[in-house]
């Protein structure tokens, strides 16, 4: 229905017949000269009827037109400094394809703002305006440079299930479900999958999967289903094996959005610094003295809250990863270091004041992991399946989990996570 978008109309085209499909932005009347602007996904074009000169039929079409409508506009290229874009449309046709009812659930054009509730509830129309499509059109590219980053250094994809028996970490956190005569889960990580997988020999695996936390807390960092990127890897050293990766991939990202999506990212005024590698590295204890010098005192053993968080982003001002986590704090399968049990291969990547992505180097030795297990008051038992294939000769690996709504809300520096999900699930939220 349309030969052009909006975006591929350039005054070069000046004099050609073009024919464009897409929403009423605007209309304005100014007696004998009447114009519209239609949007589509590429942006706006001006289309400009003069009375006497266009069409009888295109003028009535565009008197009678409501914001929002659907329309077919054919017409020749004009350039045109002035207008947005430098070009403008002198329509011979204009067709009606679907009319929208008045009042509308939300103002697209942004001047008058809505309140992310009513925003949210009417996703459809929120998600014509032009930043909003940018944060989409951003996490796709943001997908497609997490898959060709690790499928260019040989990495396998893997899908590993959603629906499953137990608490992958002995976690409260699960959304239980009725499966058939039992009761089951929503998966709140891949972990114990993509690590059963090392012992499979396929090495370098990646998952891009939605997981489910019933954290019931309401933040403006957590959501309840989140689409997780994450990575696994066999015959590493230690955990610096995987945070090569985990940084290496973050670079790639921001060069690929730099690269490819200059114009979204302007959209929503976020400037992307593609940082220099290696990144920082900070050892827990040594968080917490700089904290502690900065007025924010963290005991020992206590996570580091988002406070803190921000604060080492304005000392740094750049993406970094905290190491040495105490055993303690951490999941079972983190594996404690050799010469001070007391801290673990853990690490965290943080960036713009926001955790990004949690992993480890893991136990590999089954008998370490049943003791860890034990002594968080997790029955070994439970955890059969996952502790067998520990048994048969499991190589030492590692990995990480990030969650693309997060990188996202750090790129576009958006103030709730909710912004880079099209229909966000949050503790009062599971419609639309
Ligand atoms: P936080 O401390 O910020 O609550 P977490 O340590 O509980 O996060 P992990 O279990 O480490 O989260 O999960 C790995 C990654 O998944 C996190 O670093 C983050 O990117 C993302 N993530 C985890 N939970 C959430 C959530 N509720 N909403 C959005 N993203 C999340
Ligand atoms: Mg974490």
């Excluded at 914001?67 to 449309?89: M, N, Y």
């Excluded at 994450?230 to 290496?248: C, P, Q, R, S, T």
């Amino acid at each position: 229905m349309r030969t052009h978008y909006s975006g591929d109309v350039s005054p070069e085209l000046d004099g050609e017949t073009v024919t464009l499909a897409g929403w009423v932005h605007e209309v304005r009347d100014l007696g004998k000269l009447k114009f519209l602007v239609l949007r589509d996904r590429a942006g706006m074009i001006q289309v400009t009827a003069k009375e006497g000169v266009t069409d009888a039929k295109a003028i009535s079409a565009v008197d009678s037109l409501s914001r929002e409508s659907v329309l077919q506009v054919t017409g020749l290229v004009k350039s045109a400094p002035k207008a947005p874009g430098g070009v403008e449309i002198n329509p011979t046709s204009i067709s009606l394809i679907a009319s929208a009812q008045s009042p509308l659930p939300l103002d697209v054009t942004g001047k008058v703002d809505s309140d992310l509730d009513t925003r949210l509830n009417n996703r459809f129309m929120d998600v014509r305006k032009p930043q909003v499509q940018a944060i989409f059109k951003l996490r796709s590219k943001v997908l497609e440079a997490y898959r060709e980053f690790f499928l260019g250094r040989g990495f396998i994809e893997i899908n590993p299930p959603s629906i499953i028996a137990a608490a992958s970490e002995g976690g409260t956190n699960l959304f239980p479900i009725t499966y058939f005569e039992r009761e089951a889960f929503l998966c709140q990580s891949p972990q114990l999958y993509k690590q059963m997988i090392m012992s499979t020999g396929l090495d370098r695996v990646f998952i891009t999967q939605p997981v489910f936390r019933a954290e019931p807390h309401n933040t403006p960092r957590h959501l309840n289903e989140i689409f997780m990127l994450d990575v696994e890897k066999a015959f590493i050293e230690d955990e610096e094996g995987v945070m090569e990766e985990l940084e290496g991939v973050l670079q790639y990202i921001l060069k690929k959005l730099a690269d490819d999506t200059p114009g979204e990212l302007e959209l929503l005024g976020a400037e992307v610094d593609v940082p220099k590698l290696p990144l920082k590295r900070i050892d827990y204890d040594d968080a917490l003295d700089l904290l502690a010098e900065n007025n924010l005192k963290i005991e020992w053993g206590e996570d580091i809250p988002p406070e803190g968080e921000r604060k080492l982003h304005e000392l740094f001002n750049a993406p970094y990863f905290i190491k040495r986590w105490p055993t303690q704090m951490r999941a079972f399968y983190s594996r404690p270091l050799d010469d001070e049990p007391r801290y673990c291969s853990a690490f965290d990547l943080d960036f713009m004041g926001l955790e990004l992505s949690s992993g480890a180097q893991r136990i590999h030795d089954h008998d370490q992991l049943v003791e860890a297990l034990e002594s968080k008051g997790l029955n070994p038992e439970n955890f059969e399946f996952y502790l067998k294939a520990f048994r048969y000769g499991m190589p030492p690996h590692g990995g990480w989990g990030l969650g693309v709504e997060r990188i996202l809300t750090s790129i576009c520096k958006l103030t709730n996570v909710r912004e880079t999900v099209l229909w966000p699930r949050d503790r009062h939220r599971i419609e639309p």
